[in-house]
């Protein structure tokens, strides 16, 4: 690849920090004032790195190392980094001096052509856009319109599911951890297991809506069984509920067509998006819904403004994601996506089938996970078994005397022990891709031994093949460790900076 651009630097953080030390710096400032906690954790795992230029596919650290990123803001990254068309937008929308920020005095002239473009583009050709400023709040909006366009309460959503951590797309989200903290969340909530049709058909009777992913992307990349969203969309349409597509990380050509709805055919009540809306470059989100339910819910004097958001709609937000939108077309990312991950699919089942480490890899377009096993059963009672030999006297003969609670702590101990044992197997995975091989991949909100792959859509053929190479030569290292079957690494290419731009 060409030289690496020069560090980018802050003159007056140099001053203040004395050293001039830019990563130093930003480091301190992110344990202090942004998550202790976290800082610790990003410490631990070598992932406190601090990037200074981003293009494309590449992220680059202060002194100069390239990085491929295939997390992408978590899918938010469609388009690369600093797509030059998206910032040519921004730049161009602040040029020309209009208006960004007019909500509710006016008629936003930007905002209201994202909303008939959105429309025109949306599955079903739904008719009414509420903008926002995440998926969380997207979700939220969603909730709202159908509660209170069907006058019911009952919401409906699948397990492992992820919607977000505002306190109703909480309600919703099938992963309980999440939301535990912050208990009680709403109520009248019920949750049935994804791909199940005979279950979702004993609640959804009365029920405002039913929100599901149509792929579950924190859930670990998991696709739906065939026939399933299309008999869902057809028992809420029986049962009088919002079908409700929560298409967030799905949308917009990540999984190989414009909106996942499309690969089954649906026309959903509700569609979320947010993330790639505007190429990861600003916030915003947009709720688009079927007239019919609009109306309902907000088609009065007294009900126009019941859900409102102060910066959703605004002007600029919404000519980022006009030009974003014009580059997902132009460059028929949606295509190039479904074409590019089947190729990366292939490679990967490829290098990960001779070890047993491994469990599954998934996937559909550019939404991709490897799942590994991280079975550890025993390790505990080896490892306890090792430290009592080696105690002098040889223990082993206490333990039958130890209280039961005692007994029963040390269980339970141990089975959280080889739990975390499992977990850290696809950290560690993580960790050596970017160590080794400069390829950037993170955990699954949902499950820890999840490894999610989801790169900008503009990856090349050539960026692919070389990160099935790091995996291959990662599952090599770790199997002279594991003692597992061993596989040759190939050979790593040099980063390719290239796209089809």
Not at 61 to 84: F, I, M, Q
Not at 88 to 99: D, M, N, Q, V
Not at 295 to 305: E, H, I, L, M, Q
Request: hydrophobic share 45%; glycine share 10%.
């Amino acid at each position: 690849s060409a030289a690496p651009p020069p560090a980018v630097t802050d003159a007056t953080d140099a001053v203040a920090d004395g050293a001039g030390d830019v990563v130093a710096a930003s480091r301190r400032r992110f344990r202090d004032h942004v998550n202790p906690s976290l800082s610790r954790l990003f410490a631990a795992h070598g992932m406190d790195r601090v990037f200074t230029r981003a293009e494309g596919c590449v992220l680059t650290t202060a002194d100069g190392t390239e990085y491929l990123d295939l997390v992408a803001g978590y899918g938010a990254v469609s388009l690369g980094h600093n797509h030059p068309r998206v910032v040519g937008g921004l730049r161009a929308f602040l040029e020309r001096g209009a208006p960004v920020f007019n909500q509710y005095i006016s008629v936003p002239v930007q905002a209201g052509e994202l909303a008939e473009r959105l429309s025109a583009l949306s599955p079903g050709r739904l008719e009414r856009v509420f903008f926002s400023n995440s998926g969380a709040e997207a979700v939220e909006a969603a909730l709202k319109v159908a509660r209170a366009g069907t006058g019911r309460t009952r919401l409906v959503h699948a397990d492992n599911s992820y919607h977000g951590k505002t306190m109703g797309a909480l309600s919703v989200t099938g992963r309980r951890a999440h939301g535990r903290a912050f208990a009680p969340l709403l109520g009248d909530v019920v949750s049935v297991p994804y791909g199940d049709a005979g279950a979702l058909a004993h609640v959804i009777e009365g029920a405002a809506a039913f929100v599901v992913e149509p792929v579950q992307g924190e859930g670990g990349v998991v696709l739906p069984p065939p026939g399933y969203l299309l008999e869902a969309q057809r028992l809420c349409r029986r049962a009088g509920a919002a079908f409700v597509l929560d298409e967030i990380q799905t949308g917009l050509g990540r999984t190989g067509t414009m909106f996942a709805a499309a690969h089954d055919g649906l026309e959903p009540d509700v569609v979320c998006l947010a993330k790639s809306l505007s190429g990861g470059l600003v916030p915003i989100a947009a709720t688009l819904v079927r007239a019919g339910l609009w109306d309902a819910a907000y088609g009065s004097t007294d009900r126009a403004v019941l859900h409102s958001s102060t910066f959703g709609g605004g002007n600029l937000a919404a000519a980022v994601a006009l030009a974003a939108l014009d580059v997902v077309e132009e460059e028929n990312l949606p295509e190039r996506a479904g074409v590019t991950g089947a190729r990366l699919r292939e490679g990967l089942r490829a290098a990960c089938a001779p070890y047993g480490f491994v469990r599954e890899v998934r996937g559909i377009g550019l939404m991709n996970a490897i799942e590994f096993d991280g079975d550890f059963s025993g390790a505990a009672g080896a490892l306890a078994d090792e430290l009592l030999t080696r105690l002098p006297g040889d223990l082993h003969g206490l333990v039958d005397w130890l209280p039961d609670d005692v007994r029963t702590a040390v269980r339970r101990a141990g089975e959280a022990l080889e739990s975390s044992l499992g977990d850290m197997l696809c950290l560690r995975f993580a960790a050596q891709l970017a160590r080794d091989h400069r390829m950037l991949t993170f955990v699954t909100a949902n499950s820890n031994r999840v490894l999610r792959i989801q790169p900008p859509l503009t990856l090349t053929a050539r960026q692919a093949d070389s990160f099935v190479a790091a995996v291959s030569g990662v599952c090599a290292d770790l199997a002279l460790h594991a003692d597992t079957v061993i596989a040759p690494a190939a050979p790593l290419p040099a980063l390719d900076r290239r796209t089809t731009r």
